[in-house]
């Protein structure tokens, strides 16, 4: 059974259409990718996935459970959680206590106090930020920081939507680098929203290409970086 499987959604904001009929699964422990262009509706599945709009028609099941119906919190709760496109830090605080909203659904000191490390081990630039204001940091930086705190939630499930935007070519790749070493640490599904779809494609286990809010094309990401559809619509080539 797949850790999330999306079965017919469509989204209307408004009478304005932003996906439809959309089916997409993401199996435990796999990175997932969905790319498209600006626009297509990406954003808009993730909002979907954590109920932040309400899916008009279909259903979204995670660990076998319908969750389309919950609340927010409830989808938190139930192990997702969204590194949102943005970063949406909040600057005037430190790193680390950034890091710590993002443990807010977790009660044990203890499991807190060893994502932490975790998370310094995987990020060591912020080891030595963690009493700098995240307003401060580079862009990449606050990415590792929205990672981090999405990752303090202890979710089965983390959503990366547009971790490498707006980033210079070595902080993508080490974005990159980050997304692979965390999914190889095991038990953990990623979803990745990404307008980068050469970087996406190489890191996922599996595709789809979304387009104007449906879904036209899926497979095996090394598949799909070969696909003329995709090289000549997404790679430029």
């Known amino acids: 059974m797949p850790a999330l499987e999306v079965r017919s959604i469509s989204v209307f904001y408004g009478h304005v259409g932003a996906l439809h009929d959309v089916s997409l699964d993401v199996p435990e422990s796999s990175v997932v990718a969905l790319i498209g262009s600006n626009g297509a509706g990406k954003t ?6 954590t109920n932040l709009v309400r899916v008009s028609t279909g259903e979204i099941r995670f660990g076998g459970k319908r969750i389309d119906h919950l609340r927010p919190s409830q989808v938190a709760e139930m192990g997702i959680a969204l590194s949102p496109e943005g970063r949406r830090l909040f600057p005037r605080m430190t790193v680390l206590d950034n890091l710590l909203v993002g443990a807010h659904c977790v009660r044990d000191q203890g499991v807190i106090k060893e994502s932490i490390e975790r998370i ?54 080490e974005i990159a680098r980050i997304v692979t070493e965390i999914s190889r640490a095991g038990g953990l599904s ?22 104007r809010g449906r879904i036209v094309l899926s497979g095996p990401g ?12 997404y790679l430029g080539v």
């Not at 808009?44 to 996935?49: H, Q």
């Not at 204001?133 to 930086?141: K, V």
């Not at 090394?222 to 619509?233: P, W, Y």
Request: a positive charge; hydrophobic letters at 50%; glycine letters at 6%.
């Open 190 to 211: 990623i979803l990745l929203v990404e307008q980068n779809a050469r970087m996406a494609l190489k890191l996922c286990d599996f595709a789809y290409v979304l387009e």
């Open 222 to 233: 090394s598949e799909l970086l070969a696909s003329e559809f995709v090289q000549r619509a």
């Open 120 to 173: 310094f081990r995987h990020f060591p630039r912020l080891a030595e930020r963690r009493r700098q204001l995240a307003g401060s940091l580079s862009g990449g930086e606050q990415q590792m920081v929205a990672i981090g705190r999405a990752l303090m939630a202890q979710p089965k499930l983390l959503l990366l939507d547009e971790p490498s935007l707006g980033l210079a070519p070595k902080m993508v790749e």
């Open 44 to 49: 808009t599945m993730m909002r979907a996935i």
